[in-house]
């Protein structure tokens, strides 16, 4: 983990938020190329989820809602975790969290201190803010806990301006925020995230809704192996009753072999009808779903896939780095990191080899400026190529484009692959084809 955390600083993947000022904890910038990844996870989940699909719409939810919205999804009475306090150092815990709770008494005892806790509280997660510019009369609201209200209060909005039948899905990407007791383990666990999700209503039944469970806890867990994490660091796991959250009938996380443990990494929940019935109670307003074909009416059931950008993001990194031999330079180890071309930061770099030759710049920046039109491509004339590759390679980049002098003569450039190290003589007019084709 060290070394993913100091490679994702040194390289503007990720920096600690609000960093100059001491940081604040919990929080995360990304940089550059941080930014990047994110977005290309969100595209790829958004053209898988949305875009490929004839059944799922998008949409995007303000972040504030009205606080009714929260007490009647359960949000301000259910969402909320166990907590204990260490009465010696006055450090607080997830009250589940046995293993850290452990070390933190080996930590008191090693010191031949007391170790003794308080009984246990629940500590709600939603995270307050004020509204309204007179002190005294501001209304506290929160910040979304989850963005999926945020669709289920538009349900019927989407269906009335839309020509979509049961079965079909809301998607939406957005920051959600956390009160987290134990914010940690880098960017895994923050008070500011950014989720993915969606929601998928049906018929309320028992065997029909579990059809689209299946095919849901499938489809998600294909989509991280689809994008190169390794199957072996991929797993399922089923909620127990007692761990169910309050909106829950059934759920499976997906978990990804990280260096702190398996983690969750995405939720398939099965919320029934929990959601329209509860905001149909607390707002007054009909959610029921009228099917034209068969005359029923009735509140659907929501089937969610619910994923964590940042989280997804944390995890592609670290099942991308690795550190391995390379040939050119004797036997030392290069840092590679093997993101699917699809996520990568920069899809190729292209570099003139050498810095000082008018005329190798100058056809390396058409190639650079042609190839930017389409991709996200960088330039890099600085050091010998052995640097330049070294440093491509530890960002992710998949091609390294040079221009030499046969590429004056010959009009083709070397195209260096980052996994395979091997070489290859392409025409420079076939450059655009050979990119999409490594990313289609
Ligand atoms: N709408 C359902 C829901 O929010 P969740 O299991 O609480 O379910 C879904 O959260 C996903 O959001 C998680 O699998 C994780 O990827 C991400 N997530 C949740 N809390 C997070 C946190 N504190 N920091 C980063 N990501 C988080």
Redesign the pocket.
């Known amino acids: 983990m060290d070394k993913i955390v100091s490679l994702a600083k040194r390289r503007g993947f990720i920096y600690p938020g609000s960093e100059i000022y001491g940081g604040l904890k919990g929080t995360w910038d990304y940089g550059p190329l941080g930014s990047e990844l994110k977005f290309n996870i969100k595209q790829e989940w958004w053209k898988t989820m949305v875009k490929d699909r004839d059944d799922v719409v998008g949409m995007s939810a303000s972040i504030l809602m009205n606080p009714k919205v929260w007490e009647a999804s359960g949000h301000i009475a259910g969402f909320s975790d166990p907590l204990i306090e260490c009465k010696t150092c006055h450090q607080r815990f997830k009250a589940d969290q046995k293993d850290v709770i452990a070390e933190h008494e080996g930590w008191h005892k090693e010191r031949k201190e007391k170790i003794d806790w308080t009984e246990e509280k629940q500590f709600n997660l939603m995270v307050e803010a004020k509204l309204g510019v007179v002190e005294g009369e501001k209304e506290t609201v929160y910040l979304r806990g ?3 209200q945020g669709v289920h209060v538009n349900f019927k909005n989407v269906l009335n301006s839309s020509r979509l039948k049961i079965p079909f899905g809301i998607a939406q990407i957005g920051k ?1 925020f ?1 009160n ?1 007791i134990t ?1 940690g383990n880098f ?5 500011e ?1 950014e ?1 993915m ?1 969606l929601q998928y209503y049906v018929k309320p039944d028992e065997k029909e809704s579990m059809k689209h469970y299946e095919f849901w806890k499938n489809f998600r867990m294909d989509w991280y192996k689809s994008l190169g994490i390794n199957p072996d660091n991929l797993r399922f796991r089923e909620h127990k009753k007692d761990e169910l ?1 309050h909106y829950a009938k059934v759920a499976w ?1 997906i978990e990804y072999n990280a260096p702190f443990g398996w983690k ?4 398939i ?1 099965h919320r029934g009808d929990w959601d329209l019935s509860q905001h149909q109670k607390f707002s007054g307003q009909d959610m029921f779903y009228f099917d034209e074909e068969t005359k029923e009416k009735y509140i659907p059931w929501v089937i ?1 896939t ?3 950008v ?3 993001a944390l995890f592609f990194l670290i099942d991308a780095y690795s550190e391995e031999e390379d040939p050119a330079k004797n036997g030392a180890s290069r840092i590679v990191l093997k993101l699917n071309p699809k996520l990568a930061p920069y899809k190729a770099a292209v570099f003139p080899l050498l810095a000082n030759k008018p005329e190798l710049v100058k056809l390396a920046r058409n190639i650079y400026d042609d190839l930017r039109k389409d991709f996200a491509v960088a330039w890099d004339d600085r050091g010998n190529i052995g640097k330049r590759y070294y440093s491509q390679d530890e960002i992710g980049t998949p091609y390294c484009i040079t221009v030499d002098f046969d590429s004056l003569e010959q009009g083709d450039v070397t195209v260096r692959d980052r996994d395979t190290m091997k070489q290859e003589r392409i025409k420079i007019t076939e450059l655009n084809k050979f990119l999409n084709e490594k990313l289609s």
Do not use: K
């Open positions: 989850e963005i999926t959600a956390r987290e914010p960017t895994y666990r923050s008070i995230f989720q999700e959250a996380d969750e990494c995405e939720g929940h969610e619910s994923g964590g940042d989280r997804a």
